[in-house]
């Protein structure tokens, strides 16, 4: 495989395929405000259940990183694309850290 094939391979699966689960679970938490999360520690991580704002807030950021993963790796490694790119990629690294500010918000602050 040439150069620009395997180049065009890791764009469509880092930037498309693995993004869209992501994203799509995200928006799954966003509409039935209802998530799972991973709690606990080094040793004995668990899955909790998030309801409500909470769950927004998470699917808010699986969304954003399904975004910042696709602008960064489908778009910044296109040539011709790569200043669009690193604006998306901007742009939704601003969304992820807005994202993990209403997680705090919702989950610690409000309980």
């Known amino acids: 495989m040439t150069r620009d094939g395997e180049l065009r391979l890791i764009r469509w699966i880092g930037g498309i395929a693995v993004p869209l689960p992501l994203a799509l679970y995200g928006l799954r938490c966003i509409f039935a405000r209802q998530a799972m999360f991973f709690s606990g520690q080094r040793a004995s991580f668990q899955m ?25 790796v489908f778009w910044c490694l296109e040539p011709r694309y790569a200043s669009v790119g690193r604006r998306l990629a901007v ?16 989950f610690i602050v409000r309980g």
């Open 48 to 72: 909790i259940e998030l309801l409500g704002g909470s769950a927004v807030a998470v699917g808010l950021l699986y969304a954003h990183l399904a975004a910042f993963l696709h602008a960064l």
């Open 91 to 106: 742009a939704s690294a601003i969304g992820v850290v807005a994202s993990v500010l209403l997680f705090v918000w919702f």
